[in-house]
């Protein structure tokens, strides 16, 4: 299981050094990654929050990258397109996918499956669904595609590890995010720490 960020080509992007990525694929985030992979993934995030100007959210900046960032740093509830994806490593089938309409931000869902409703969706094309079944969770990549679909079934205890895993792989991203806005964004450093704690809804737990 891991925190997966939905990545798009951003041609032109000149504010900050980043990585190549083909468009709509995926980063997964951890503890590990290039300064690269930091400032593209603060880059999509940071464009995933854009906004027409409105006065609420108090004047834009004139410099670039404070106006690139603007959204970002000052709306309460934020977006973050991806989600925790699930992957067989030994064979390599995915079993949830984060699809259209999913973010980061609703991660917590996966604690609702394990204590809560005892279950979760996680966007279209694919419907990724997470059911609890008793000691079991059941894993569907794509509830509307019938017999198909691949499917999963691990106990609940199991799971559970597996969505703790993942929760500490977002800490130590944005730990390291951190560190990189110090180097690269010293002017907003702190602003964008906060902000990707919002972002990735690890602010007050």
């Known amino acids: 299981m891991q925190p997966v960020l939905e990545i798009v080509a951003a ?18 985030l951890h503890g590990q990654l290039t300064p690269e992979q930091v400032g ?7 464009e995933c929050n854009t906004f027409e100007p409105e006065e609420e959210h108090g004047p834009c900046p004139g410099d670039p990258i404070g106006v690139f960032l603007h959204g970002m740093l000052t709306m309460p509830d934020l977006l973050a397109a991806g ?9 390599g089938s995915v079993f949830i996918d ?36 008793g000691d079991i969770v059941r894993l569907t990549l794509d509830v509307h595609a019938g017999d198909g679909s691949p499917v999963i079934e691990l106990p609940v205890d199991e799971v559970r590890a597996l969505v703790f895993g993942a929760q500490q792989d977002l ?18 450093a702190t602003a964008v720490t906060a902000a990707l704690a919002r972002a990735l809804d690890l602010d007050s737990h």
């Open 11 to 28: 041609d032109g992007f000149a504010l900050w050094p980043i990585g190549e990525h083909e468009s709509y694929g995926c980063l997964a």
């Open 40 to 46: 593209t993934a603060i880059m999509r995030i940071a």
């Open 83 to 91: 989600g925790f994806r699930v992957t067989d490593d030994a064979t």
């Open 98 to 133: 984060p699809g259209c309409c999913n973010g980061l931000e609703t991660w917590r869902e996966w604690l609702e499956v394990l204590d809560g409703t005892g279950w979760a969706s996680f966007g279209h094309d694919p419907s990724s669904m997470a059911e609890r079944v």
């Open 171 to 188: 800490r130590d991203f944005h730990d390291l995010a951190g560190s990189w806005a110090e180097d690269h964004l010293p002017t907003f």
